[in-house]
């Protein structure tokens, strides 16, 4: 039997609807899915590049008074796959930006760990060169400094065993675990120099205890001891405050000539975009 055009109409339009409402919602939640997921993408590498910047910021100074080549390199290598990572975002490419975050992350953990490690180092040689001079002056000051410059010296390395023992892949939290270890093994090298000042220093032109800036510690540096100790003592000065000696600090040099064809991811992804570009 033939079943009327009409008829045959409102049986296609029913099953269509009946099919529509059932492959739509789905659709949609994986619309939403897909879309939700984006934004965490999104969002990760937006903290990321953030965190990034601080990292770099902190270390720039250490890597530019101190760093040796390998350090540099790495630092270069980091520097390069943050550019790369910030591009990336601003292609809207959140997931492969991350990627890049990470790889970067990865390599300032190796360099933090190498900088904490000479940090500790120097401030364990400042504080036992000087300590014979304090003891046998009997200075009850500069042996003060001398007990806060160790307290600080084992704190930082304290800190630095915690970050050694954090999740491998809390790249982050472990980083900024080294941020404090860094910073109280700069607090040591600061105590050590003030122990060294108060003891080479005649009691009438002594400041009061924690009283000296930046530019009274330098001046007062470098008339002490033999010249090549002195230049070392003030690179170590300028960078527990964080300043860089050159004119230009190493990050900055690297901004200026990013040389990202350096990097195989860099090669790797003109190479998608060349070929995305001729599918179009």
Request: hydrophobic share 30%.
């Given at each position: 039997m033939r079943i009327p055009q009409t008829a045959a109409r409102a049986v296609l339009v029913t099953v269509t609807a009946f099919l529509l409402a059932e492959i739509a919602p789905v659709d949609a939640v994986a619309q939403r899915t897909k879309t939700s997921q984006r934004a965490g993408e999104?969002?990760?590498?937006?903290?990321g590049l953030k965190d990034n910047r601080y990292f770099?910021?902190?270390?720039?100074?250490?890597?530019?008074?101190?760093?040796?080549?390998?350090?540099?390199?790495?630092?270069?290598?980091?520097?390069?796959?943050?550019i790369l990572a910030q591009l990336l975002y601003m292609k809207f490419q959140f997931k492969e930006s991350y990627g890049e975050i990470r790889k970067a992350q990865r390599i300032l953990i190796d360099l933090y760990g190498k900088t904490l490690a000479r940090?500790?180092?120097?401030?364990?040689?400042?504080?036992n060169g000087f300590a014979p001079r304090v003891i046998e002056l009997q200075d009850s000051r500069a042996r003060g400094y001398l007990?806060?410059?160790?307290?600080?010296m084992k704190s930082a390395r304290t800190a630095m065993m915690i970050g050694d023992n954090i999740t491998e892949k809390?790249?982050?939290?472990?980083?900024y675990q080294y941020v404090r270890a860094i910073k109280l093994a700069k607090h040591a090298k600061r105590y050590a120099f003030l122990s060294l000042?108060?003891?080479?220093?005649?009691?009438?032109?002594?400041?009061?205890?924690?009283?000296?800036?930046?530019?009274?510690?330098?001046?007062?540096?470098?008339?002490?001891?033999?010249d090549d100790r002195r230049e070392r003592h003030l690179l170590i000065h300028w960078d527990n405050y964080y300043r860089s000696k050159s004119p230009r600090s190493f990050y900055d040099e690297i901004w200026d000539n990013p040389a990202l064809q350096e990097l195989e991811d860099y090669q790797n992804y003109l190479s998608q975009k060349e070929y995305i570009e001729e599918g179009d």
């Open positions: 999104q969002r990760k590498a937006e903290t770099f910021y902190f270390i720039d100074s250490s890597i530019s008074n101190l760093g040796t080549d390998e350090e540099k390199k790495l630092f270069r290598e980091a520097i390069q796959r943050d940090d500790i180092g120097i401030a364990g040689e400042l504080l007990h806060l410059g160790y307290r600080d809390l790249y982050s939290m472990r980083l000042i108060e003891i080479s220093t005649p009691r009438e032109e002594r400041r009061p205890v924690n009283n000296y800036s930046f530019a009274e510690i330098e001046t007062r540096l470098s008339k002490i001891g033999p």
